[in-house]
């Protein structure tokens, strides 16, 4: 199995800019997460679905912030506009069933100039 | 709030075992102990986990106490790839995993 996929790798973009990050999870898991990381604040949750459906998006900093998961084999999350705030590592994480290991995305790495 | 307490940094000689230390003392008896390490540039990764029992898997060993307030992950040969920065969290069901500042391994060669 390719793991979880998330593109792109890298993304410089300026301010004002919309931003789109794609995640692809391991086939067959139902459960996918949306996550932040960065120096000041750590890694924490932004969004999370369970069979395609979100469940939490307490951790969505604002409304510039949206995340869509049209199948289960696809997931975005978008920034509009985009802030140099929102610099961060976006990681995606997918898992099956209860108490599973979360499986997590390579990241992709966002600055915002 | 922070569930979990562990210390900020440990060191380690390569191919030495290494015990890392958590404190859970607020843990609820449906919680699991979940590790996750986070290796250079990378995404976190799974390691173990466990409810009341002592867990062993290729990579690591998990020793629970009997009170459940604490818990050892333990690398039985660290190697220079093991220095990662380990989370210890406690998790309900299939949920969110809620990260702390976790501790920082560093390995000698």
């Known amino acids: 199995d390719a793991g979880v996929i998330q593109s792109p790798r890298h993304e410089v973009t300026e301010m004002g800019q919309e931003v789109t990050l794609r995640c692809k999870p391991i086939?067959?898991?139902?459960?996918l997460f949306w996550y932040r990381q960065t120096m000041m604040r750590g890694l924490e949750l932004l969004i999370y679905?369970?069979?395609?459906?979100?469940?939490?998006d307490s951790g969505m900093p604002e409304d510039r912030f949206s995340a869509k998961m049209p199948n289960a084999s696809f997931s975005t999350l978008k920034i509009q506009p985009s802030e140099p705030r929102d610099s961060a590592v976006y990681f995606c994480?997918?898992?099956?069933?209860?108490?599973?290991?979360?499986?997590f995305g390579p990241g992709t790495r966002l600055t915002v100039t | 709030d922070a569930k979990t307490t562990q210390p900020n940094s440990m060191e380690s000689n390569e191919e030495e075992p290494v015990h890392l230390p958590c404190n859970h003392s607020?843990?609820?008896?449906?919680?699991?102990i979940h590790w996750y390490r986070q290796l250079p540039s990378q995404g976190p990764e799974y390691v173990i986990h466990?409810?009341?029992s002592n867990v062993n898997n290729r990579m690591a060993s998990l020793a629970i106490a009997e009170d459940r307030k604490s818990s050892t992950l333990i690398l039985h040969r660290a190697t220079l790839r093991d220095a990662a920065v380990y989370y210890c969290?406690?998790?309900?069901?299939?949920?969110?995993?809620?990260f702390g500042k976790g501790t920082r391994l560093s390995v000698i060669a």
């Open positions: 466990g409810l009341t």
């Open positions: 607020t843990i609820s008896g449906t919680d699991y």
């Open positions: 994480a997918s898992s099956f069933g209860d108490i599973s290991a979360q499986y």
């Open positions: 969290i406690l998790r309900e069901g299939n949920t969110p995993l809620v």
């Open positions: 679905f369970n069979n395609n459906v979100p469940i939490d």
């Open positions: 086939s067959g898991h139902n459960s």
